[in-house]
Each structure stands twice: as structure tokens, then as C-alpha cells.
């Protein structure tokens, strides 16, 4: 489906992705010919590739982060479009694939959203994501939905469009991973309207992902962090019992795996260990910022 229209702009975080970037560039011009790459001080030659496919490549001289990039990809965003324009933002490492723009920018265009999301989860899609790491995304979806009302199946896909009016209202500040959910969470406070697609990402194969998981996770912790202190202690009490939840299904699934295999999973073990050591922290944080605001009432009155 092609769908070339003068009102879309594509953004492409980019790190080291010259395997890839010429097809994603060549794929998303099928639908716009406004593709800007931002190379996040990539060292080999994506500026040069990309560049050579047809985009407008921006270039960090140092690596920001992935939520770095967005800042750069929603400034520039904001001097080249007009109010009835969309952004559509795409990783560039090939998973996103160019022919779902359509798919994913048609809330946005055509059903009054203000941000649209491929979800890899939806009815519909297809993905072959590692089941830890969905695992990891669903705690993700159930923190925002009940402490940010915000409800959504798949808050970790870098695959949306937005609005321009979404893009005026948004200001991405958390320069790792973590800015998915920033962005989110200040779409709920903005009243922004948020709509998902089912879309296809395949992953592959041969790549050891755990470290990238590890500082995804914690740069989305953090964020998930600063919105439970801008929030007040309940939502540190509340936190901590899901962490507290999440530790106790970890541990009874790598314990029903020994069982019948009689192999520990490290991943699972590391995993129970960490989220209960996060719940413990969350619970003791909470204790202590219900006793400061007391101890704030009992001095002011």
C-alpha cells in the first residue's frame, strides 16, 4: 500500500544500524519524502548511508540515548510541520516495517487520535518477541495503566505517530529508553487521545539481547521512579506490591522449570531477585514519605 503524502514526516532514531537503514529510508520514502535519520554518534557509516537512500540526516557527535534522539527528531519536527501534518517515529534497525505506516498513522489521520501505536500484541499482529521480555513489557503496561491511566497494550514500541498537536504538547526530557513511557504518561496528563494497530515485528536471530533488556529495563524504571514520586506515597505502596507480584510469578515459574528439568534459569532467578529487592525499596519509601507528610501535618497544626 502506498500512500506518499506531503503531510507526514518520518523520524528514525538510528545507532550503528548501516546493515539496515538503506531499506528502512528506501521503505519510508515509498510513503513521504520528508525521512529524517537522527545518527546518535553512530561509528560506522549510517550518516553516510542514510544520506545515500534519500534522507535528511541529523548527527549527534556523541551518543544521547534513544530518548535523546526523539528530542531532536520532535524539535526538528517542529519547524517543518503544519498543523494538519503527522510524525511517525521508527526504529532503524529494519523490525519496524515501512509498509505498516499506513497502518499506523491512520488514527491519526482519519479517526481524530492523537497518537497511535503499533502494538506487537494486539489481535492481528505478529511478533516473536521472547516471552521475559513480554513478561517484562505487560508489568510495564499494568504500572502505567493503573498509576497514569493509561492503558495500552505494547507502552515500549518505538512505532507511533503522532499529531501535530501532540507534538506541541509533548517534551521528551528522559534521554534512555525510558522516554516511551514519559511520553505516554505526559499524553495522560495533557488529556491526549491515544489509539493502538496490530503491526508485525520480527526480531532476529543470533542477537544476545539481555544486556540492551537490562538498561531498557532500567531506563523505563526510572521514569516509571519519577512518576510515583511526583504521585505521592501511595503510589510507592502500590508499586511495591506489584514488584512483590511480579518476584513471586518469576520465582514460581523458574521453580515449576527445575522441577521438571532440573535447570535453574538464571535469567528468572536474577530477575525474582532484583524485583523483590525493588518492592522492598518501593515499600520502605512509601512508609517513609507517609511519616514525613504526618509529621508535616502534626507540625502545621
Known sequence: MVCRLRKLVVGIPALDEGDYIHNVVR????????????????????????????????????TKG???????????????MNPNDILITM????????????????????????????????K?????????????IDAINLTLAKFAQVKVTDSQSGFRAYSHKAVLALSPTVLGMGVSVELLQQAAKTDLIISEVPITILYREGIDRSGISLIHGSSVLGSIIQFTVENGAKWFLLLSFAFFGVAALCTLYALN????????????????????MMGQLFFF?????????????LMGS
Open 285 to 297: 519509601t512509601s512508609i517513609s514519605l507517609y511519616l514525613q507528610l504526618r509529621l508535616r501535618e
Open 66 to 80: 534513544y530518548g535523546g534522539a526523539l528530542q531532536t527528531i520532535f524539535r526538528q519536527a517542529l519547524n517543518i
Open 257 to 276: 522449570f527445575f522441577r521438571l528439568t532440573q535447570y535453574l534459569i538464571p535469567n528468572y532467578v536474577v530477575a525474582a531477585i532484583g524485583f523483590t
Open 124 to 136: 492481528g499482529a505478529k511478533t516473536n518477541l521472547e516471552k521475559g521480555r513480554k513478561f517484562g
Open 27 to 62: 521503505g519510508a520514502l515509498l510513503h513521504t519524502n520528508q525521512v529524517m535519520v537522527v545518527d546518535d554518534g553512530s561509528e560506522d557509516f549510517t550518516k553516510q548511508i542514510a544520506e545515500n537512500a534519500g534522507a535528511t540526516v541529523l548527527r549527534h557527535p556523541k
Open 91 to 122: 526504529d532503524g534497525d529494519g523490525q519496524h516495517n515501512p509498509e505498516d505506516i499506513p497502518k499506523v498513522m491512520y488514527p491519526v489521520q482519519e479517526l481524530g487520535a492523537d497518537i497511535s501505536i503499533g502494538s506487537r500484541f494486539l
